[in-house]
Structures are given as structure tokens and as C-alpha cells.
């Protein structure tokens, strides 16, 4: 790692840790409890940015696939891969996250909703590709086969996104990015408290993107020493 | 970078601490006539104030544990590197003086 690499690192961490205590100081001390929900209500602000992760890793994943099917270049690859991966972990969490705010919303954790099945059919596309990775070994093989499960997965996020307004469920329909426009269905304090919470959560994953992409380019280096050394 | 990562470990562990901590002291019933008195209804609006509690350790609890599995993977694949290339200078290249 250079010194610009290194710097930028460092001033990312500072960046997701300032991130971090300022979220959890404008959710728990400024900004005021909703009326309907109460307190349960805080768990909009770290549930909506994990679910943001998961659409955009899922995005992210889905272009990087594409380029990777089209040009076989193996940088694509690791960015669909690292990608997918730190986004298993977001939609795990809002598969964690969602049921724990559902119970005093809805009074049970788990219902068959549009939105929630949706969601649960996107976490096991993300397992499928994972298992995918660890039991083909080939690794061209394992890339194609990974870049059509990824590409699997994109298209359950408009269906996901647009799964409240297309099947009327239980869940509530989108605050943020809605048809009234960006934030309308928001008092503007809970829509700052989100913001900043987004914009961490967004930088989080870019970090672990970054983290997850350079630890596939060292294993990648450690097959190539395993093989020299076969070879000898 | 893989000595990086260790740094983003020991800087993220305090805030999941008091993350967990904090979230432990708010999320305490309050009293009749505290904060949750200013909203309307008999319902205290701090009820239900465990899953708060619940959904933000999950929260932490799996970024902390995905950030050690990296840094895991990081230590293993760092010792696997350095094994392979003591292993490849041990080897005699066949070149030497007899």
C-alpha cells in the first residue's frame, strides 16, 4: 500500500467512525421520539441505511457481472464478488433488524409480505453465490457461474423496491425516495438523522468493499505462489 | 493494507462497546413523567425499548464479527504468503557451486 492509499484509508476510518457517533448522537439525543411507534421508531435509522447497502452492493455487483461477462477481466470479478459479499452481511442485518422493529410494530416478527419475502428471496440468491464461490473450483467457471446468480439477484431489487406499492402488504410504503418526491413522507429532522446515517452506512461499505477486493487480489497471489511451488 | 486492518479493528471494538452501552442505558424503562410523558396516550413510548436495544448489538455485533472474519482472513492468507516464499528460497535452483 502507497501513502496516498494509506492516508485515504486512514481518513475513511476517521470519516466511518465520526460517521458512526454523530448517527448514534443525532438518533438517540436530537432527534425526537415519533408518536405512533415511540422509541421503537430508532430502528428506522440503522434499518433503512443496512437495507440502502444491500440494494446498492446488489447494483454494484450487477454492473461489475455484466463487465465481467463481457470484457473476463478478473478485477470485475473480485468487485462482484467483494461486493456481494459486504452486502450478505447488510441484508443479513436487515433480515435481523427488520423482524426485532416489526414485533412492536406489527405485533409478530415475521409475516409473509411482499416485501419481506422479497427481501428473504434476495439473501438466498446472496447464499447461493457464496456457495457457488466455495464449491466450484474452477475459478473461470466459478466467476460466470457467479455473474448470472449475481445478475439473478438485480433483478429481484425493483421488484423488492416496488413490492409495497405493487401488492398492497403490511410493510409501510417508501419514505425516502417516493412518488410525493425525495424525503416527503419525512418531518425534516428524522430525514437529516437519516441522511447521516446513509452517507456512513455508504462509506462503510465502500471501506469494506475496498478491504474485501484487496484480500481477493492477495489470495489470488497465494494460488499463484501455491502453484510455482506444485510446480518445482 | 493488511496491517491496516487491525487499527479499524481496535477503532470500531470501544464504539460497538459503548454502542452497546449506551444502547443498554437508554433503552431502560423510564420513569412515570419522564421523556415519554411529553407524547400523547397512556402507553409509555419507551415499551418496547429492549428491541431498540436488540436491533442496534445485532447491528454492531455482525459488523464486529464480519471485520474479524476479514481480519482473520488477512492474518491466514499474510502467514500462507510468508510460508510459500521461505519454502520457494529453500528450494536449490540447481545453479550452485558443487
Same mark, same amino acid.
Given at each position: 500500500m502507497n501513502g496516498r492509499t494509506s492516508r485515504l484509508w486512514i481518513a475513511g476510518t476517521m470519516l466511518v467512525i465520526g460517521g458512526l457517533v454523530s448517527s448514534l448522537y443525532l438518533i438517540f439525543i436530537r432527534t425526537g421520539l415519533e408518536?405512533?411507534? %415511540?422509541?421503537?421508531?430508532?430502528i428506522f435509522y440503522f434499518h433503512v441505511p443496512c437495507a440502502w447497502v444491500t440494494y446498492l452492493a446488489f447494483a454494484v455487483s450487477g454492473i461489475a457481472s455484466v463487465a465481467y461477462l463481457v470484457r473476463s477481466s478478473p478485477r470485475w470479478d473480485r468487485i462482484a464478488h467483494a461486493s456481494l459479499e459486504v452486502g450478505t452481511v447488510f441484508t443479513t442485518l436487515v433480515l435481523v433488524t427488520g423482524p426485532l422493529w416489526a414485533k412492536?410494530? &406489527? %405485533?409478530?416478527? &415475521? *409475516? &409473509?409480505d411482499a416485501r419481506l419475502t422479497t427481501t428473504l428471496i434476495l439473501w438466498l440468491i446472496e447464499i447461493a453465490y457464496l456457495l457457488l464461490r466455495v464449491f466450484v473450483e474452477e475459478p473461470g467457471k466459478a466467476a460466470k457461474y457467479c455473474a448470472v446468480m449475481g445478475l439473478l439477484g438485480v433483478i429481484d431489487l425493483p421488484i423488492i423496491h416496488y413490492s409495497v406499492v405493487l401488492w398492497r402488504g403490511i410493510h409501510p410504503d417508501? *419514505?425516502?425516495?417516493?412518488r410525493k418526491g425525495f %424525503?416527503? %413522507?419525512?418531518p425534516s429532522e428524522f430525514l437529516l438523522t437519516l441522511m447521516v446515517s446513509l452517507a456512513t452506512f455508504t462509506l462503510l461499505y465502500v471501506m469494506l468493499v475496498g478491504v474485501r477486493y484487496r484480500l481477493e487480489v492477495v489470495r489470488e497471489r497465494v494460488n499463484l505462489l501455491r502453484q510455482r511451488a506444485l510446480e518445482r | 493494507m493488511l496491517d491496516m486492518l487491525s487499527p479499524l479493528l481496535a477503532y470500531l471494538s470501544p464504539l460497538v462497546a459503548v454502542g452497546c452501552a449506551v444502547g443498554t442505558a437508554i433503552a431502560q424503562p423510564a420513569a #412515570?413523567?419522564?421523556?415519554? $410523558?411529553?407524547?400523547?396516550? $397512556?402507553?409509555? #413510548?419507551?415499551?418496547?425499548a429492549h428491541f431498540v436495544l436488540y436491533a442496534y448489538g445485532a447491528v454492531w455485533v455482525g459488523l464486529a464479527l464480519y471485520l474479524w472474519r476479514l481480519a482473520s482472513l488477512a492474518r491466514r492468507l499474510s502467514r500462507e504468503i510468508d510460508r510459500l516464499e521461505t519454502s520457494a528460497e529453500a528450494v536449490p535452483t540447481g545453479c550452485e557451486e558443487p
Amino acid at each position: 500500500m502507497n501513502g496516498r492509499t494509506s492516508r485515504l484509508w486512514i481518513a475513511g476510518t476517521m470519516l466511518v467512525i465520526g460517521g458512526l457517533v454523530s448517527s448514534l448522537y443525532l438518533i438517540f439525543i436530537r432527534t425526537g421520539l415519533e408518536e405512533t411507534l %415511540g422509541f421503537s421508531q430508532k430502528i428506522f435509522y440503522f434499518h433503512v441505511p443496512c437495507a440502502w447497502v444491500t440494494y446498492l452492493a446488489f447494483a454494484v455487483s450487477g454492473i461489475a457481472s455484466v463487465a465481467y461477462l463481457v470484457r473476463s477481466s478478473p478485477r470485475w470479478d473480485r468487485i462482484a464478488h467483494a461486493s456481494l459479499e459486504v452486502g450478505t452481511v447488510f441484508t443479513t442485518l436487515v433480515l435481523v433488524t427488520g423482524p426485532l422493529w416489526a414485533k412492536p410494530a &406489527w %405485533g409478530v416478527y &415475521w *409475516v &409473509w409480505d411482499a416485501r419481506l419475502t422479497t427481501t428473504l428471496i434476495l439473501w438466498l440468491i446472496e447464499i447461493a453465490y457464496l456457495l457457488l464461490r466455495v464449491f466450484v473450483e474452477e475459478p473461470g467457471k466459478a466467476a460466470k457461474y457467479c455473474a448470472v446468480m449475481g445478475l439473478l439477484g438485480v433483478i429481484d431489487l425493483p421488484i423488492i423496491h416496488y413490492s409495497v406499492v405493487l401488492w398492497r402488504g403490511i410493510h409501510p410504503d417508501p *419514505v425516502v425516495i417516493s412518488r410525493k418526491g425525495f %424525503g416527503a %413522507g419525512l418531518p425534516s429532522e428524522f430525514l437529516l438523522t437519516l441522511m447521516v446515517s446513509l452517507a456512513t452506512f455508504t462509506l462503510l461499505y465502500v471501506m469494506l468493499v475496498g478491504v474485501r477486493y484487496r484480500l481477493e487480489v492477495v489470495r489470488e497471489r497465494v494460488n499463484l505462489l501455491r502453484q510455482r511451488a506444485l510446480e518445482r | 493494507m493488511l496491517d491496516m486492518l487491525s487499527p479499524l479493528l481496535a477503532y470500531l471494538s470501544p464504539l460497538v462497546a459503548v454502542g452497546c452501552a449506551v444502547g443498554t442505558a437508554i433503552a431502560q424503562p423510564a420513569a #412515570p413523567g419522564d421523556t415519554g $410523558a411529553i407524547l400523547a396516550g $397512556a402507553a409509555s #413510548p419507551w415499551r418496547n425499548a429492549h428491541f431498540v436495544l436488540y436491533a442496534y448489538g445485532a447491528v454492531w455485533v455482525g459488523l464486529a464479527l464480519y471485520l474479524w472474519r476479514l481480519a482473520s482472513l488477512a492474518r491466514r492468507l499474510s502467514r500462507e504468503i510468508d510460508r510459500l516464499e521461505t519454502s520457494a528460497e529453500a528450494v536449490p535452483t540447481g545453479c550452485e557451486e558443487p
